[in-house]
């Protein structure tokens, strides 16, 4: 029922910024609470960032906080994650999820029932 798309992955050095954009398709995106998860590269997926329906309640991982943000624009049906600080852990590839029956921000990975394809962020020390 619905796409997501990622965007916005490169490589930065550390201490640099990126924003990560997430567009998906279809006419209920501003039903579905959105959140951010990454995996790095032999490890377990992990959860970063997640958001309400309106964006009014938001949760983050605690290595995270004070240095990512995640944000949306129902009207653009697109989800952003806006990335300062960035330290050599944070790299991984970073996926967006809709979770199609929210009751809050979920953390729990398997609550999400459509992902994108990813997008890779490298930081370089």
């Known amino acids: 029922q619905v796409q997501l798309v990622e965007s916005g992955g490169g490589l930065v050095q550390a201490g640099g910024s990126l924003r990560l954009s997430c567009a998906a398709s279809g006419r209920t995106f501003s039903t579905y609470a959105m959140g951010w998860f990454r995996q790095a590269s032999g490890k377990e997926r992990e959860f970063v960032a997640a958001i309400s329906t309106s964006g009014s309640r938001t949760r983050y991982a605690d290595s995270v906080k004070g240095r990512f943000t995640i944000s949306r624009d129902n009207a653009m049906n697109t989800v952003y994650l806006q990335m300062n600080g960035l330290k050599p852990e944070d790299t991984a590839v970073y996926y967006c999820?809709?979770?199609?029956?929210?009751?809050?921000?979920?953390?729990?990975?398997?609550?999400?029932?459509?992902w994108g394809q990813g997008t890779q962020v490298t930081v370089s020390s």
């Open positions: 999820g809709a979770d199609r029956t929210p009751l809050f921000p979920s953390s729990w990975e398997k609550e999400y029932d459509y």
